[in-house]
């Protein structure tokens, strides 16, 4: 009997499970997209393949692991290097990457095996040609649905302009290996599953593949008990009556000035990139004004009641007086936007005069008043907060996903004053997520370190989740696609999935044994509710059951593969760029040309179309065709 210890290799075959052998045997032999559910080890088997590839790896040939968003760069990163010992670099916009030189990219990219990266970064990357996609070994995308749901999302674009252009040329291009817990977004009827499957398939170069044994696999993967929560409408009290009525007049006013100022602006200014420019800080402003304080208020009245008020207004006010102080230039008419900001503020100022007819003070009051101000949808969630940890010897992790950052932080405010002044909530610990950079420019320096501040703040979030010091996250979807909460029991959709791939996203949050997953849907709608829910669920035994049976004599989607505009087209690993690319990059360009406080470059451009060419697919990116 052999006394040599086994290598990490060999290891790691002993710790998978054997529907993860099976697959990774099955992506060794070709391209392939695994299709398992959420918690299933998607991830153990690309880091896998990645090890079973190490020899490659070695040479000057790269492994490339493709992520969705930011809060999955870092988390990806650490998984490969902890688990392969090879060297990862990881990169997002927020890293400052668009300013890197020629020179910095070929550094990065020669001190690492493996690099993760946010899709767009890596199209970037290939546009620019600082790497060509014939130097990677293996091409790993998670959550590969994406690349069905629309021809410029940066996964289609990299397997449409780059992969198979090359491949058509005679090529070296890398083994393709997809991840996926939904490979259709929203529900579908069987004809339709087969043809977006077969799109998937064309799209990805690849073959799906999942399980042999289904029930094998529910020997590790949670299959929550999913149930359904139904609350009544809450009657709405003559003050929330009155404040979305202040609400209302507010945005139409704010509505007549943009228009107003919209008709100076063409009648006014004749430069053109001077119109453009003072059109979109006038956009900004009124998005500002209107969606994100005006809108957040009313809907916040309305979903949880007027106690989102009394604890958020606060913040919306200072949201308004940093727009009011701020030192950037104004492009449009000071005077329109002083009426704007006063508009805001007035109304503000009324809303305060109503509400201080509450007496709610945060940390302060008590539970009765707390009660009678919050919505009946809020109070049947703290209710079955109450049920679902009424059960002592289980601790509970709970995940409530809602809609908007707005109602995230909002319900969590709320939800930590039920924890203070309800005896039966008083073990809850809550805290909120949302998408780091949503809203923000990672290519503008001035909004990078915010971004990075709340990439941090997810981190943490996430940390203290994973180690009890929180054991409840009010998040936007943000947590559902990738995000590791193993440790989550409960998962509560207090707003209903908008989509099938969000319904089997956040149903996989419950990743811990045994868990629930809850629905909630109100009594008005809760019939349209019910069968949504129903769809759903049957898509998700479709996609099972399909991904078992495939026709031999299905037809293929036929994959576009006209060319796109090459800067050197006889060269097939030349820097290239589509339609919707080259709006970007000229975005890009403008940003790095210095000019003074008081200027801010906008481009605007005259439409020729020319048929019969190259430049008809630079057009129809653009929006002329």
């Known amino acids: 009997m052999s006394s040599e210890t086994p290598d990490e290799g060999e290891l790691d075959i002993l710790r998978s499970r054997p529907y993860q052998r099976e697959l990774l045997e099955k992506a060794k032999k070709g391209n392939t997209i695994v299709y398992l559910g959420t918690g299933s080890g998607k ?28 809060a999955l760069v870092d988390q990806q990163a650490e998984a490969i290097r902890i688990s392969t010992g090879l060297s990862v670099g990881s990169y997002c916009g927020a890293d400052g990457v668009d300013s890197w030189s020629p020179a910095k990219w070929s550094e990065e990219i020669s001190g690492h095996q493996v690099l993760v990266l946010v899709h767009q970064v890596f199209l970037d990357v290939l546009t620019h040609s600082y790497f060509s996609l014939s130097h990677a070994a293996l091409l790993i995308m998670d959550e590969c649905h994406h690349a069905q749901i629309t021809k410029s999302h940066p996964y289609s674009t990299i397997m449409r302009d780059w992969y198979h252009q090359l491949k058509r040329m005679g090529q070296q291009v890398p083994r393709v290996l997809g991840l996926s817990a939904c490979l259709v977004v929203k529900t579908v009827k069987p004809e339709k599953f087969r ?55 507010a945005v139409t006013q704010l509505e007549t000035l943009n228009e107003q100022e919209l008709l100076q602006l063409n009648q006014n ?74 508009v805001t503020k007035n109304c503000f100022a009324e809303i305060e005069k109503m509400s201080s007819q509450i007496c709610y003070e945060y940390g302060k009051s008590n539970i009765h008043l707390l009660k009678n101000l919050s919505s009946k949808k809020v109070l049947k969630l703290t209710d079955q907060l109450k049920i679902s940890s009424a059960d002592v010897s289980v601790e509970k992790r709970a995940i409530v996903f809602v809609e908007k950052k707005f109602t995230a932080e909002s319900l969590c405010k709320i939800l930590k004053e039920f924890s203070r002044l309800d005896q039966s909530l008083n073990h809850m610990e809550p805290d909120f997520a949302y998408s780091p ?42 947590i559902e696609e990738g995000l590791d909460v193993r440790s989550c029991n ?46 759903f669920q049957a898509v998700e035994e479709l996609s099972l059951r399909e991904c078992h049976f495939t026709k031999e004599d299905e037809s293929l989607f036929q994959f576009d593969t006209a060319p796109p505009y090459l800067a050197e087209p006889d060269n097939p690993e030349s820097a290239r760029i589509n339609g919707s690319q080259a709006l970007q990059l000229v975005y890009k360009y403008i940003q790095k040309i210095p000019v003074d406080r008081f200027t801010r470059l906008t481009p605007v451009w005259v439409l020729e179309k020319v048929t019969g060419s190259d430049q008809d697919d630079l057009f129809a990116g653009l929006g002329a065709s």
């Open 437 to 478: 950079g949503s809203n923000l420019n990672c290519k503008d320096p001035r909004q990078r370190d915010l971004i990075n501040h709340e990439r941090k703040k997810l981190k943490d979030t996430l940390a203290n989740f994973k180690a009890g010091t929180s054991n409840t996250i009010v998040s936007t979807s943000v």
């Open 195 to 249: 043809l977006e499957k077969n799109n998937l398939e064309t799209i990805m170069d690849c073959k799906v593949e999942t399980t042999e044994d289904l029930y094998a696999i529910l020997q590790y993967v949670t299959n929550p008990d999913e149930e359904v929560l139904v609350y009544e409408s809450s009657e709405k009290l003559e003050l929330s009556n009155a404040i979305l009525s202040l609400v209302d007049q």
């Open 490 to 535: 409960l998962v509560i959709k207090f707003d209903f999935p908008q989509t099938f791939r969000s319904y089997v996203q956040s149903k996989g949050r419950a990743r811990a044994k045994p868990s629930q997953y809850i629905l909630m849907m109100s009594q008005t709608d809760q019939m349209m509710k019910r069968r949504q829910y129903q769809e």
């Open 43 to 70: 991830t153990f088997i690309a880091v896998m393949l990645i090890k079973e590839m190490r020899e490659q790896l070695k040479t000057k040939k790269k492994a490339i692991f493709l992520v969705n968003s930011v």
């Open 269 to 342: 200014i004749s430069n053109k990139n001077t119109k453009q420019t003072a059109k979109m800080d006038l956009k900004k402003d009124l998005k500002l004004l209107k969606n994100d304080i005006f809108r957040n208020i009313a809907d916040g009245i309305e979903d949880l009641g007027l106690i989102s008020l009394q604890l958020m207004l606060g913040g919306l006010k200072e949201m308004v007086r940093r727009q009011e102080q701020r030192s950037e230039s104004v492009f449009y008419g000071i005077l329109t936007r002083k009426k704007m900001i006063n």
